[in-house]
C-alpha cells in the first residue's frame, strides 16, 4: 500500500515539472492545496491557489522559464495522509540544450491527502551552492544531465 501512496507522490510531483514545463499556471494551480505554498529558489513565496495562478501566469507570460529536470532522491510518508519528497533538479533555459549549473536545487515537497487526492501544500527550491564541496554540484549536474539526455 505504501509503495502504491509513493507512486502517487511520485504523480503528483511529475505532473508539477510537466504544468511548469509546459508554462501552464492554471494546471500547478490545481495540484496545490487550497492553502498551498511555493517558495522559489530566490525566496520568493505564493501562498494559495489563486495567488499561485496569478503570479504564474504574469511570469510564464513575461518571461522564457527555464525547463526542469529532475532526480528523486526520496520519499517519506509522515502520517497516511502526509508525505515528503526530496529531489534534486536542475533547469534548462529557453532555447538552450543544457542544464545551467548555476540554478541546480534541491526541491522538497510536502503532500497532503484531501478527500483521497493528493496535493501539494508546500513545495521549496533551495539553492544546490555546495560551496564548501563544489564536486558535489558537479556530481548532481552530471547526474542530471544523464536524465536529460536519456529523455531525449
Known amino acids: ?12 510531483y511529475q505532473d ?10 492554471a494546471e500547478m494551480s490545481n495540484l496545490f492545496a487550497e492553502q498551498g505554498n511555493l517558495i522559489g529558489f530566490d525566496g520568493s513565496q505564493i501562498s494559495g491557489r489563486k495567488e499561485l495562478e496569478e503570479t504564474l501566469s504574469t511570469i510564464f507570460a513575461h ?11 526520496e520519499i517519506r510518508f509522515f502520517s497516511p495522509d502526509t ?3 526530496k529531489a534534486d533538479a536542475g533547469m534548462v533555459p529557453s532555447g538552450g540544450t543544457d542544464i545551467n549549473p ?3 536545487a534541491v ?26 564541496a ?13 536524465i536529460l539526455a536519456d529523455n531525449n
Open 83 to 85: 508525505a515528503w519528497l
Open 134 to 146: 563544489p564536486e558535489l554540484k558537479d556530481k548532481m549536474t552530471d547526474e542530471l544531465r544523464q
Open 16 to 25: 508539477w515539472l510537466t504544468a511548469w514545463n509546459n508554462r501552464n499556471a
Open 107 to 132: 526541491q522538497s515537497m510536502i503532500a497532503i491527502n484531501v478527500d483521497g487526492k493528493w496535493l501539494v501544500s508546500i513545495l521549496q527550491n533551495t539553492p544546490a551552492t555546495f560551496y564548501a
Open 1 to 12: 500500500m505504501e509503495q502504491e501512496k509513493a507512486q502517487e507522490i511520485v504523480k503528483l
Open 63 to 73: 518571461h522564457a522559464t527555464a525547463s526542469y529536470v529532475a532526480l528523486i532522491r
Open 102 to 104: 548555476a540554478f541546480n
